[in-house]
């Protein structure tokens, strides 16, 4: 649909109810552009009277709340269907608040209330909206001592208040006290009481490892309400700005049992916070289009980006928003959670789509098809000796699902006891040309891997010693070390192509670990860093105990990606500016030296992450851009210590993730040369994405063949949300 244009003194324009329509806001020119988000894309450029001068703060019970822009002084009430107005009195207050609102009901309802919360003081503003008083007021309201005296702490303030089976919801949290509140509100003749109870507690969140935090995750959560579900979302961030998305975590309260369930499938459910601008609000839907259904959609980076989580099979997505939108130069962006009724063209048009549509449908006597075929599908009737070479070829899972396709998979696949050596044995016939992309999903109890080459995916069963929320810290040699906080700190090794566990002492939460030989070898060490200044080191087949050391001169440092070379550790230091030596770390007597002060000038002038890994006796340090804008890679220079640009990996590839970064030599021509990372075209769920240091492009594989180019950066890809790594399969 070509992007029309509607006059200032129009309504808002007839919206098709088959899509779910956003709406982007140009605070300066009063200009607004309706427009919808997938493969579908259709545009309005409007300036609607209502929308002039003010902006959309949040939408409750088919209603828009509306602040005047800058100012926020004037509020008011807006019904799009109907297009009523109410406004309301100017909110008095002596300094400039950033403030969050919820309507409690309809305005028509005798109980309605537009309250109004900050966390900058800890109060309520509210405005009961009755009919009968001739002047509608504000009134302030302090919650402290209420909330004091519930949560035990002196400083703690209501957030993103929200609305749920007719009741009004707030999250406190403040250190320890991580809770949800129930602002109860009682109409008792012309006053309203207002009381805060303690509802429920708000629950725990184990983040997936990533380096570049530094020792602090960096979070943003929201409460938000539909008819019946009361959903907490909690998003992370990579870097300090909050700009970068790297995980997000759904919930949804059975109100029966109080208990929070991680939500597996929204199915139908539109979730979008708009995180652009200084003003962040959280928006539902019942989907309308099936292609938006099952996801939160993110808008941040000045509304120049837009990501996609998908619940139910927990992908980060990251794409550009519509040309049209940019184009508008929008500052605050919003979702219609209010549905449209579709117009009578559109339903006359559907109605002959109908009509006219041919359904073809075995007929059947006795559950006989007349085409001589049971109800029951054969897999297109293929010969059962054929299926039966099919199903040598799979593994774990994907038999077992392969088996309970019908009965014909059923006969031609036995029973098999899965275990490691039938696991190794189907394994071993797959290509081994390359690390594989190994996701660990606790929530299914499933690990897959993923061939970057031809793109295959396996499936196997997570052992029943790490399900829970296992931390992948490291990867090397085809084996894990993983962590797990809850119930004690555990750690253990994990190869996932043969089973085998070996479990370490406990250990406290490090910041970053190494390890220097597979650990089945007599010379294997770990080696882990804090952000206090102390290096643990364990010998894996000497004794069952760590050894602590402190640093000289003490203080706090980070320490990201260490990496063997030899007996000596090099990491990167405080923020990945320096690079650091440990020589002899098996010694009692190691030395620690400063190699390079600062890292190397970089031409990205974005946030920026680093990436250290040893290539034969050198090391490699790969400079990230943002969203992958750019990719620079340095090779450290002995005889000088500095860092030297190069243009070539010549026969080597890199591999990178959030736990490891692998330089290893090419087995196949068409892979040297490439840097591999863990990412997905956003439409694919096998097509690894790598970037090639002779094109300076992204690119895919399509069994060994190279695709041309899809981009120059991380648009139109996607990630795994659950722990992941890349792991080169190792048998022993």
């Not at 909110?91 to 400039?96: R, S």
Request: hydrophobic content about 40%; glycine content about 4%; some cysteine.
């Amino acid at each position: 649909m070509e992007p029309q244009l509607v006059s200032c003194d129009q309504k808002l324009p007839l919206l098709s109810a088959r899509h779910q329509w956003f709406i982007a806001q140009n605070l300066e020119s009063h200009s607004q552009i309706l427009y919808t988000l997938g493969n579908q894309q259709n545009y309005y450029h409007c300036q609607i009277n209502e929308l002039r001068g003010r902006r959309i703060r949040a939408c409750f019970h088919g209603w828009v709340i509306l602040s005047d822009h800058p100012d926020t002084v004037l509020w008011s009430l807006w019904n799009p269907l109907t297009s009523k107005l109410i406004t309301l009195p100017p909110l008095i207050h002596e300094a400039q608040h950033t403030h969050e609102c919820c309507l409690s009901a309809p305005p028509d309802d005798q109980g309605s209330v537009l309250l109004l919360t900050t966390i900058e003081v800890a109060t309520i503003v509210f405005c009961r909206l009755d009919r009968k008083r001739k002047k509608l007021k504000w009134t302030e309201m302090s919650y402290a001592k209420q909330l004091k005296s519930i949560s035990g702490e002196d400083v703690c303030f209501l957030e993103s208040p929200t609305c749920c089976n007719g009741k009004v919801y707030a999250m406190a949290s403040m250190y320890y006290y991580h809770f949800v509140i129930h602002i109860d509100i009682v109409v008792k003749g012309k006053e309203l009481v207002i009381s805060l109870l303690p509802f429920v507690e708000l629950p725990c969140v184990s983040f997936r490892y990533r380096p570049f935090y530094n020792g602090s995750i960096r979070v943003r959560s929201f409460l938000k309400g539909s008819c019946i579900e009361l959903f907490y979302i909690i998003v992370s961030f990579e870097d300090e700005t909050r700009t970068t998305i790297g995980d997000v975590h759904l919930f949804t309260l059975d109100m029966t049992s109080m208990i929070w369930e991680k939500m597996v499938d929204l199915k139908n459910t539109i979730i979008f916070l708009e995180l652009a601008s200084d003003y962040s609000a959280c928006y539902y839907s019942s989907a309308v289009d099936s292609e938006l259904g099952g996801h939160i959609y993110i808008l941040g980076d000045s509304g120049k980006i837009i990501y996609s989580f998908h619940a139910k099979d927990r992908t980060l997505s990251v794409s550009s928003m519509p040309c049209s939108v940019l184009e508008s130069q929008a500052s605050a962006w919003a979702m219609l959670e209010w549905r449209f009724e579709i117009d009578h063209a559109e339903s006359k048009h559907e109605e002959e789509d109908t009509d006219t549509q041919i359904v073809v449908r075995p007929a059947k006597v006795d559950n006989t098809n007349l085409d001589g075929t049971t109800g029951e599908s054969h897999l297109l009737n293929i010969p059962i000796h054929i299926l039966e070479m099919i199903m040598e070829l799979c593994i774990g899972i994907e038999y077992m699902r392969f088996r309970a396709t019908c009965k014909h998979c059923c006969l031609a696949a036995p029973p098999i006891q899965w275990n490691s050596i039938t696991t190794i044995k189907r394994l071993q016939k797959y290509s081994l040309d390359s690390p594989w992309l190994m996701v660990l999903d606790n929530d299914r109890g499933i690990i897959t891997f993923i061939d970057p080459v031809c793109g295959e995916r396996y499936f196997i069963k997570t052992p029943q010693e790490l399900k829970g929320d296992y931390q992948i810290y490291c990867s090397k040699y085809g084996w894990l070390l993983m962590f797990k906080i809850q119930d004690g700190s555990q750690l253990a090794f994990f190869n996932p192509l043969t089973s085998k566990i070996l479990k370490l002492p406990e250990v406290p939460s490090l910041d970053s670990y190494c390890f220097s030989a597979p650990p089945t070898s007599g010379d294997c060490m770990v080696v882990g860093f804090t952000l206090f200044g102390h290096v643990l080191i364990h010998f894996v087949s000497r004794e069952s105990i760590w050894h602590l050391i402190s640093l000289n001169p003490v203080g706090a440092y980070s320490f990201q990606f260490p990496t063997f070379n030899g007996r000596d550790v090099y990491t990167l230091c405080n923020n990945n500016k320096g690079l650091d030596i440990f020589r002899d770390m098996a010694e009692v007597d190691f030395s620690w030296e400063v190699v390079v002060d600062e890292a190397p000038s970089s031409r990205c002038r974005s946030l920026t992450q680093y990436f250290l890994s040893s290539c034969d006796q050198h090391l490699l340090l790969v400079i990230l851009g943002k969203f992958g804008e750019s990719i620079e890679v340095f090779k450290l220079k002995e005889s000088t210590e500095e860092w030297e640009q190069t243009n070539s990996l010549g026969k080597h590839m890199i591999y990178i993730s959030d736990a490891s970064c692998i330089c290893l030599d090419a087995k196949l021509p068409e892979m040297e040369n490439k840097i591999y990372f863990p990412r997905l075209l956003d439409n694919e769920d096998t097509q690894i994405v790598f970037y090639s240091l002779e094109t300076c492009r992204y690119h895919t594989f399509n069994d060994k063949n190279i695709l041309e180019s899809f981009g120059a950066d991380f648009l139109g890809t996607k990630h795994h949300c659950h722990p992941h790594t890349w792991i080169e399969p190792s048998w022993s």
